[in-house]
C-alpha cells in the first residue's frame, strides 16, 4: 500500500490492513486502549473537495453498547470517533506520522441522532496545515447518500515534534 504513510511506524500501532472497496483498517494492536471501545474502525480516501484538498471517511458500526438510554449513539461516542477520525484522517492524507500529536481543540455542533446497528461514518476534509499544525472540518454522517447529518466539527492537531 502507498498512500504516503510511513508504514513501519503505523503498523507498529496499528492494524492497517486493506479491506474492500479501498477501506483500511484502523484499530489499535493494543486492545487495553480508549480506542477499543469504538472499534473496529476503518478509514479510507474519498473524493478531494472542489478545489483539491483532501478528503477522507473514518467508519465505525455503532451497537447498543454504545447507546445511551433513548437507544441513540451516545454523544461521547460520536465525540471520541470524531477525535480519532481527525488522526485516521492526517494519516490517509500523508501529513502525520504514527506519533504522538495531540489535538489542540475540538468543536461540535449535534445536528441529529446516530443511530444503532448502521455504519457511523466521519467525513474529514483538509482545511489547511502548517509546519505545526493541521485545522481540519467535517460532517459525521449516516444513512444512503450521507442523507443524515449527526453533527458538524471543525479541529486543529498540533503535530508531534521531531
Do not use: C, Y
Not at 106 to 134: C, K
Request: hydrophobic share 40%; glycine share 10%; aromatic share 6%.
Amino acid at each position: 500500500m502507498n498512500d504516503g504513510i510511513e508504514e513501519p511506524k503505523r503498523r507498529d500501532n496499528f492494524s492497517a490492513e486493506e479491506l474492500a472497496d479501498g477501506w483500511v483498517s484502523w484499530n489499535l494492536k493494543d486492545p487495553s486502549r480508549f480506542n477499543a471501545f469504538i472499534e473496529p474502525l476503518s478509514v479510507r480516501a474519498e473524493v478531494p473537495t472542489g478545489d483539491g484538498r483532501p478528503r477522507a471517511r473514518v467508519r465505525m458500526l455503532p451497537t447498543r453498547k454504545h447507546s445511551n438510554l433513548g437507544d441513540n449513539v451516545h454523544g461521547a461516542v460520536s465525540l471520541a470517533l470524531v477525535d480519532i477520525a481527525l488522526f485516521a484522517a492526517s494519516h490517509q492524507f500523508g501529513s502525520l506520522n504514527a506519533g504522538h500529536s495531540v489535538t489542540l481543540d475540538l468543536s461540535t455542533q449535534f445536528v441529529g441522532a446516530g443511530r444503532l446497528d448502521e455504519p457511523l461514518d466521519a467525513v474529514v476534509e483538509l482545511v489547511r496545515e502548517t509546519g505545526r499544525l493541521i485545522f481540519l472540518r467535517g460532517l459525521v454522517v449516516q444513512g444512503a447518500g450521507d442523507s443524515h447529518i449527526v453533527l458538524t466539527f471543525a479541529g486543529t492537531i498540533r503535530k508531534a515534534s521531531k
